[in-house]
């Protein structure tokens, strides 16, 4: 196997996410003004991010008028040798709220990984849970070390060029 194995690139963007209880959220408002922050996540059977969201977050009013979102995970910077060259995943995706009997078997899953607060915010009314779903993206391991993906399975197409 070698360095630029497809398999084993995509097994480590996969750690990489894996490593990571939160992710680094994106999203844009209807005049086209970024918002980011983070929230914490899991993956649902697909390997579909799952967040759950207020309605006093900006994020929730954006995916709810435009289903798109950027994810970011990267290397701790203390981890890096260089901090320009941190290693990253970066995807694109498609957002749909999340309503019907899937919900609370996630809100469940939730529940066991965040412990009670997550018991607290369902008792709120304002709260929603969100599934993005990764069109495309990106993993950067440094400088001219980066490769398209596409999926939730974070699959490598082919070493980025220009």
Known sequence: MTETDPVELQRQARALRDRHRTLLLATADGEGHPEISYAPYLLDEEECF???LSELAAHTRNLLARPRAGVLFIQ???EAR????RERLVLHCRAEELAGEGRETLLDRMERAFGETVSLLRSLPDFHLFRLRVETGSYVQGFGRAWSLKGNRLEILELRRG
């Open 50 to 52: 799952c967040i759950y």
């Open 76 to 78: 701790p910077e203390e």
């Open 82 to 85: 260089n901090p320009f060259a």
